[in-house]
């Protein structure tokens, strides 16, 4: 981790407000000048947060290896000129541009949130969506999910590190797909009873559908100096996809 943790400085409905609007932005494109610009943008927020390089890369590892299949499939389905051919399907250049274009806003995408709202606590990112005015059950909802999740993980290893305890390995045949099935079955079975505790101990200490909160955001002088500084961008993104 980085010491410099400017973006959880900052007032989480700054954050969430730009993350928003660079993602419909980016979303929206279908030029690559936009995007290319968006890089340079990018790169500034990743100075600014609390996570390395490396981390960063390992969290952008499960969305290009989905966007491999992309690569694999969409250029021999779009017609065009032809790179290369493989029997009577053509890998075509269209078609070639075309996952270059779903790349670059996948991974853009990825690392406006992971600058922006993963440099928030999760009380910090809570408490910023209900300022928004965003519905309550929905924030708590969020907030205990990100807190048990984690705990389900920790269950699916203990699973997992029993059945190779036992000498579990797994292949192409029925017993694996029992096995794993079994140990989805396990691991729905133990959340539901993680959430009936966790409702009865709720319960117990007097909730009443709500999570006091002692934070406060505040819109500050840096709160100032980010929004211009990415509005001022985002002018520059439009002025960019309009020429």
């Known amino acids: 981790m980085k010491n410099n943790l400017a973006i959880a400085q900052l007032d989480p409905r700054t954050v969430i407000l730009w993350s928003l609007v660079y993602a419909f932005f980016l979303a929206a494109q279908k030029s690559f000048l936009p995007l290319l610009a968006s890089l340079f943008i990018v790169l500034f927020y990743i ?6 390089c490396k981390e960063i890369l390992k969290k952008l590892k499960p969305v290009n290896f989905f966007l491999l299949f992309f690569w694999l499939i969409i250029p021999f389905s779009l017609q ?8 009577k399907y053509a ?20 690392l406006i949130f992971i600058c922006l709202l993963l440099s928030l606590s999760p009380s910090q990112l809570a408490s910023g969506l209900q300022s928004l005015k965003i519905s309550e059950k929905l924030v708590y909802l969020f907030l205990l999910a990100y807190r048990y ?17 036992r000498g579990f390995k797994p ?20 959340a539901y009873e993680r959430g009936d ?5 709720l319960v117990l200490r007097g909730f009443q559908g709500k999570f006091p909160s002692l934070y406060s955001p505040k819109f500050t002088q840096k709160d100032l100096y980010f929004s211009l ?3 001022l961008n985002f002018l520059l993104l ?4 309009l020429t």
């Open 149 to 165: 999740l984690f705990l389900l993980k920790e269950e699916k290893d203990k699973l997992l590190r029993s059945l190779k305890i």
């Open 47 to 52: 100075v600014l947060t609390p996570f390395s």
């Open 91 to 110: 890998y075509t250049l269209a078609g070639v541009k075309f996952c270059l274009l779903i790349t670059l806003k996948a991974n853009l995408l990825m």
């Open 197 to 201: 505790r966790v409702h009865k101990a």
């Open 229 to 231: 500084f990415s509005g």
């Open 238 to 241: 439009l002025y960019l996809q």
């Open 171 to 190: 292949k192409t045949n029925l017993f694996t797909y029992k096995t794993y099935a079994y140990l989805l079955g396990l691991i729905l079975l133990k």
């Open 80 to 87: 065009g000129k032809a790179l290369f051919s493989l029997g």
